[in-house]
């Protein structure tokens, strides 16, 4: 992100008594904003004559984690690496400043029970997710809404069908909320949309260009699935249907970002896709990103599932 942001940073592994830690130098006072969104950040310190201070994280983080580490089931994406996904797409696209300032709208459109739209909210950004297994729309409608209440924050949700031409085509939750009182009383709010529709319909139910990045852990062909759809376990046939919807929603400068299992599908295979549905890949197949190597978020998640990231960027 630091690159993408123009930033003069420089990395590298160090070892202080014993324990190992990344150094950054940089002299732009933005770094330490942008060192703190980063997804392995848990401490910051500063470096003077040997010894370490601690220094506070700057982060936009308005709600209490366990809005995303509270949920527990199975085939649930762990949150620091939605975080990671979140952060890389981000920082490729047109505009990466979106994701400090929390202008960004995000779309997560196979979000599942919602870690994306609970990652979103916890860092203060409007989301909209899109799935079509009923049980995940109704899990997180019942989560989200028991969360809010027992935090006793104010808010407004609302759920009812999506209608159009006559015909219903899925339901919406539609949720308006703010950490504090005087928050809400002012204005500042974030909003999170769950649609309960079909993926490769989106323009049927979403604005052209009304995002600003699609972030995406595609099914690995494992535990996930496409739901509802009778494919292999590739997920580039649910693409081919889905891209054209994601991206007529996207901004121009936009980017896509997916994560994807190489057992089941090659990286030459993605970005033939997306290259062929109107998107430029900035980092995976042959494109590694400013400062990255191209298999940089490349790691074993089990023995069936080796799991990577491509990013694409619209116009």
């Not at 993408?4 to 940073?9: I, P, S, T, Y």
């Not at 006559?166 to 204005?187: C, F, H, M, S, V």
């Not at 936009?254 to 998107?279: I, M």
């Amino acid at each position: 992100m630091a690159d993408a942001l123009g930033l003069d940073a420089r990395v590298r592994p160090v070892t202080v008594a014993g324990v190992d830690y990344l150094n950054i130098e940089g002299d732009d006072d933005l770094l330490t904003r942008v060192v703190s969104e980063a997804s392995g950040a848990f401490a910051l310190f500063g470096s003077a004559d040997g010894l370490l201070r601690p220094t506070a994280l700057e982060r936009r983080r308005p709600y209490s984690d366990d809005l995303v580490t509270i949920q527990k089931y199975q085939g649930k994406t762990n949150e620091q690496f939605t975080h990671l996904l979140l952060n890389v797409t981000a920082a490729l696209a047109k505009r990466p400043q979106a994701l400090l300032d929390g202008s960004l709208h995000v779309l997560d459109p196979m979000c599942g029970r919602g870690t994306t739209l609970n990652t979103c909210l916890l860092r203060g950004i409007d989301v909209t997710g899109v799935d079509l297994d009923k049980k995940d729309f109704e899990a997180y409608q019942a989560f989200i809404a028991t969360w809010l209440r027992s935090h006793r924050l104010k808010h407004e949700i609302d759920a009812s069908q999506v209608r159009r031409e006559g015909r219903t085509l899925g339901r919406a939750l539609e949720l308006e909320t703010a950490p504090t009182k005087e928050d809400w009383k002012a204005g500042r709010t974030q909003q999170v949309t769950y649609l309960n529709v079909d993926t490769t319909r989106l323009e049927r139910v979403m604005r052209r260009t009304s995002v600003d990045v699609v972030v995406a852990d595609t099914p690995y062909g494992v535990q996930h699935g496409s739901h509802g759809d009778k494919l292999d376990r590739s997920p580039v046939q649910l693409l081919e249907r889905a891209l054209p919807s994601w991206h007529d929603t996207l901004r121009t400068g936009g980017t896509v970002g997916l994560a994807y299992n190489r057992h089941v599908v090659k990286p030459a295979e993605l970005a033939d896709v997306l290259d062929a549905h109107g998107f430029s890949v900035v980092h995976g197949h042959g494109a590694p990103a400013a400062g990255l190597d191209e298999g940089a978020f490349r790691h074993r998640v089990d023995a069936s599932i080796d799991r990577d990231i491509v990013v694409a960027r619209k116009g």
